[in-house]
Structure formats: structure tokens, C-alpha cells
């Protein structure tokens, strides 16, 4: 099985690093999948979004990011967030609060989405 070396990098932490066969990211362009061989470029994660990273044993790794860059060679992925929070760490009721209050602004709503979004991308599997 071809495979890719993979970081998932915040600002103030590394949340992932290992051997891949699969990465999806959320990038202002659109939806991605890169597999190893993939051509090399450079992309941007969308506030609120959410990255998968399929390791070469099969278990999914989802994560909420905010903001950032990705960059791809043949044989590596970089996501380098602004902030990132897998998805096992979400306190999903603290984000669902968020969402109902109308108070929150824009970018905690967003935040409070993809939180959310990756849990429940995690949980379909």
C-alpha cells in the first residue's frame, strides 16, 4: 500500500504525525483528497473547517481547524493551523452552546461548527 509521511501541526501544538494513505482538507478552493503521488501544491484551510487523515492502519483521525496552510509533495502533507482540536478532545456540548448563543461572533460560531463537524465526521465511519 502506497503511503505519505503526515503532520498535523497548531500553532501551539503537534496534534498528529505518522505514515498515511489519505488526507482531507477543507481549503477555500474546495473540498481535497490527496493520496501519495499527489501532485505538489500549496492550499489553504478555510476558517472552520475540518481535516481527515486516514493512517496506513485504516483508523481515521479527524480534527477541527481554523485557519492555515497545507503543502504537498509526492510522499509528505504539512497542515499547519492556526488552531486545530481533534476531534476525540471536543467538548461537544461547550460548542453546541456556542452555536445557541447569540451573542457569539462570527468567528467563534465558525470555530463552534467545525468543532461539531468533526465529531460527527468521526462518528461516521
Known sequence: ????????????????SGR???VSAQTTEG???IMP???PLL??????????IVDTEGQRI????????FSVTSNTVRVLAELAELADE???????RVLADSDANEEQQKAAQAR?????????V
Open 62 to 69: 479527524v480534527a477541527a481547524v481554523h485557519g492555515g496552510f
Open 20 to 22: 498515511a494513505s489519505f
Open 90 to 96: 471536543v467538548d461537544v456540548e461547550a460548542a453546541r
Open 116 to 124: 461539531v463537524r468533526a465529531v460527527e465526521q468521526k462518528a461516521h
Open 31 to 33: 473540498q481535497i483528497g
Open 37 to 39: 503521488g499527489h501532485e
Open 1 to 16: 500500500m502506497a503511503e505519505m509521511s503526515v503532520d498535523l501541526v497548531a500553532v501551539e501544538r503537534l496534534l498528529w
Open 43 to 52: 492550499g489553504q484551510l478555510v476558517e472552520g473547517g475540518t481535516v481527515t
